[in-house]
């Protein structure tokens, strides 16, 4: 079973970037569509950014559209977020998450019950 390991967490003054980082320990080609969420407390996990890793396309949350870029490597093993002009607003915890091509190519790519393996969360603490 895959199993997704985020890092790069940290605390940061507003303003300041970060880059997260996410491993799977072990990539099947099913999984093509990988995203970022976050929580902060209170809250509802929210979808952050996507991407559909065969066919290149990417989708963002309004809120960090512009700040936020997805990106990954050997071919989804390795998934990024470089987060820039981090606001407090972006505290939360992160998590990378996995799914099926089919959940980016209906659009779903932002949807976290569409998504079935998941990292264990790194904390992204923003200050201001």
């Known amino acids: 079973q895959r199993q997704l390991a985020e890092s790069g967490g940290g605390s940061v003054q507003a303003g300041g970037s970060l880059r997260l980082s996410c491993v799977a320990s072990?990539?099947?080609?099913?999984?093509?569509?990988m995203g970022w969420f976050r929580q902060a407390p209170g809250k509802e996990r929210e979808g952050v950014a996507s991407a559909y890793i065969r066919g290149g396309a990417t989708y963002y949350n309004p809120t960090v559209k512009g700040r936020f870029t997805i990106s990954h490597e050997n071919g989804g093993k390795t998934l990024y977020l470089q987060m820039n002009n981090l606001k407090p607003d972006d505290t939360a915890v992160y998590y990378c998450?996995?799914?099926?091509?089919?959940?980016?190519?209906?659009?779903?790519?932002?949807?976290?019950?569409?998504?079935?393996?998941w990292g264990q969360g790194t904390q992204v603490t923003v200050s201001s």
């Open positions: 998450a996995a799914a099926s091509a089919s959940t980016c190519l209906r659009g779903n790519g932002l949807q976290s019950s569409a998504y079935t393996t």
């Open positions: 072990e990539y099947t080609t099913t999984s093509a569509c």
